[in-house]
């Protein structure tokens, strides 16, 4: 085994579980090819700059890239026993071409077919799956990928929600049971699913991507005192709201519209008037709220990865954020970091 990387970043708990993530951990979704073409050699380096940094929280999927990201996670953590690795469930990669609208979001992804299957048997076989793919023999969380209306539509929503809560839950705490994972719970883009999952067992973390940045608060008013009373942690991915945060111009994964530039550039002049920049103000955020165990940001290049660490590593004044709120940039009952 390789000698473990001193940690640069502080460790927090993941809900009520014994699992300790740094504050700033690997997103790999982005490096898989999500929406533009990212090379071999550049996947390669992000992995291992964030590794060489001091990150030591890893988070995968097999539909991102199509078993790509998992492979090459496999290839950067398989030696390493100082690292906590999530990955996810919800479907399976079958050997064929898939349709060309989901093929050209994923440019240069392996030669499979993501098929959502949230039942007993396709959790089982997707975690089977994700375990040769990575070359590993324990996954630390395993998340139900992508369940919600967004996703889905209201009616089919319906019917995989309910395999979810049924089979697919069965599978995940069968797991956790076993001790062959830690823990168990839900990778969406959307709040409203967190909720309604709660009602059907206990799940230590969502992982929650873009819904609780420094542009939106709203799961400070229902997801996350629930999360609190219930002891789920939360993993906060997205901080860039798909980039609109970081000096692009989508957010939620499409063109942003006017009333969402709008916000985001007042906030930026308020970041600026501090000398900070809004991705790192945006990288930050999150880790205000003590439900939140760690922010993870999706770098494409070890370029990208170490401008992310750069920008985690800024100090920003109270005062940055009680201007935010002056403004009413920033919800008045957000939690903000300690300087």
């Not at 001091?54 to 996670?73: K, L, W």
């Not at 953590?77 to 093929?103: H, N, Y």
């Not at 994964?253 to 916000?263: Q, S």
């Not at 439900?291 to 920003?316: L, Y």
Request: a negative charge; proline letters at 6%.
């Amino acid at each position: 085994m390789t000698e473990p990387t001193t940690t640069s970043f502080s460790l927090r708990t993941l809900g009520k579980t014994t699992l300790q993530v740094s504050e700033l951990g690997l997103g790999c979704a982005a490096m898989a090819g999500n929406h533009r073409p990212v090379t071999e050699e550049d996947n390669r380096a992000a992995i291992d700059e964030g590794l060489r940094s001091g990150i030591t929280f890893v988070d995968t999927a097999p539909f991102y890239g199509f078993g790509r990201s998992e492979h090459y996670v496999g290839d950067a953590i398989r030696e390493r026993s100082d690292l906590v690795l999530s990955t996810k469930a919800g479907r399976i990669l079958k050997p064929e071409p898939a349709p060309a609208p989901v093929a050209a979001e994923w440019p240069g992804s392996f030669p499979f077919n993501p098929v959502y299957d949230y039942t007993y048997d396709g959790v089982m076989r997707s975690y089977e799956d994700s375990l040769q793919r990575i070359g590993v023999t324990k996954i630390d969380i395993l998340l139900l990928h992508d369940i919600g209306e967004m996703q889905h539509g209201p009616e089919l929503n319906k019917k995989l929600f309910a395999d979810a809560m049924s089979g697919g839950y069965k599978a995940l705490d069968e797991l956790r049971r076993s001790g062959d994972i830690t823990a168990i719970g839900l990778g969406v883009n959307e709040r409203e699913v967190c909720i309604n999952a709660m009602e059907h067992g206990h799940w230590d973390a969502f992982l929650l991507a873009g819904r609780y940045t420094l542009h939106e608060q709203q799961p400070l008013h229902d997801l996350l005192p629930a999360c609190e009373e219930a002891g789920t942690g939360i993993i906060l991915g997205g901080p860039f709201n798909s980039g609109i945060l970081v000096g692009g111009d989508t957010w939620n994964y499409a063109a942003a519209p006017a009333e969402v530039v709008d916000k985001v550039s007042r906030i930026r002049k308020v970041c600026e008037s501090h000398n900070v920049p809004l991705a790192a103000a945006a990288l930050k955020f999150p880790l205000g709220h003590s439900i939140v165990s760690s922010v993870i940001p999706g770098p494409r290049s070890r370029a990208e990865m170490q401008q992310i660490v750069e920008w985690f590593n800024v100090d920003i004044p109270s005062s940055l954020w009680s201007d935010l709120k002056t403004e009413r940039l920033l919800d008045e009952a957000s939690p903000v970091p300690v300087t």
